[in-house]
């Protein structure tokens, strides 16, 4: 009888420590604060990035649009896209160096947007041609919050947009071997993911959650939008979610 007792209440005890540990939620990520443009005379706009699954060194641009889709300004762009010099660019005595790399596949509808063409033809910024220091900062590696600042007053109507591609992302339909003699490609594979968030200051939200609108060109050979994203997987788990707020 008394070790029927004690195997109830072993029994008990770890029913018991187990819905205590279903209970427990992990902690919510510590996110990078970035500062850009802290000059600008315009609105205040953050965006909080909360990291997807897939989310592994991606990079990103952050601009301005008014409501019919003209590009207005740059609000963030990693130091490496604004000066199109790259930690890990060129291979030299068995190790990776600091170069710089022609990567028009990365974020071609902002490059475009943006449409400063480079000495080569290409939109993506070049050393001796950079995005301005106040619009850059480190490559973020987690979630992260960014606060920056229009350079003047915006219009009523305007929309934020988000930019976000990761390298060598494959899957069953953006394969390795899909464009064989596309360089560019194979380092992209699924296309840069675009992202909206539509803003009315007259009817202003506390907040905009933002949204995939379409894909970049897969080798960042034109600036165009493709709205269809069925083809994409884990490109979509990047971001968990992308949160705009106006200040």
């Known amino acids: ?20 540990m279903k209970k427990k939620k992990p902690a919510p990520e510590q996110k990078t604060v970035i500062n850009s443009n802290v000059d600008g005379k315009g609105p205040g706009i953050t965006i909080e990035l909360t990291r997807g699954e897939s989310f592994y060194y991606p990079l990103m641009a952050v601009w301005i649009e008014d409501a019919e889709g003209n590009y207005i300004q740059t609000l963030f762009v990693p130091v490496s896209v604004a000066t199109g010099v790259f930690k890990y660019a060129k291979p030299e005595k068995n190790k990776w160096i600091s170069a710089p790399k022609r990567t028009p596949q990365i974020l071609p509808y902002w490059s475009h947007k943006r449409g400063v063409k ?29 606060n920056s600042r229009a350079d003047k007053e915006l219009p009523d109507e305007f929309r934020i947009m988000f930019e976000i591609n990761q390298n060598w992302d494959w899957n069953n339909y953006w394969t390795n071997n899909k464009f064989p003699d596309d360089e560019n490609y194979k380092m992209s594979c699924q296309p840069a993911l675009v992202y909206e968030a539509r803003v009315d ?29 069925s083809t994409l997987t884990t490109a979509l788990n990047i971001a968990d979610s992308i949160i705009v707020r106006i200040k």
């Open 1 to 20: 009888m008394n070790r029927i007792i004690i195997l109830i209440i072993i029994i008990a005890a770890a029913a018991c420590s187990s819905a205590t």
């Open 118 to 146: 480079a000495s080569d033809g290409l939109y993506m910024p070049e050393p001796q041609n950079p995005v301005a220091d106040a619009y850059s900062g480190a490559t973020p590696v987690k979630g992260f919050i960014l």
């Open 201 to 229: 200051l007259e009817n202003r939200q506390v907040s905009y959650r933002m949204k995939p609108i379409g894909h970049s060109h897969y080798s960042g050979k034109t600036g165009e939008l493709f709205p269809d994203l």
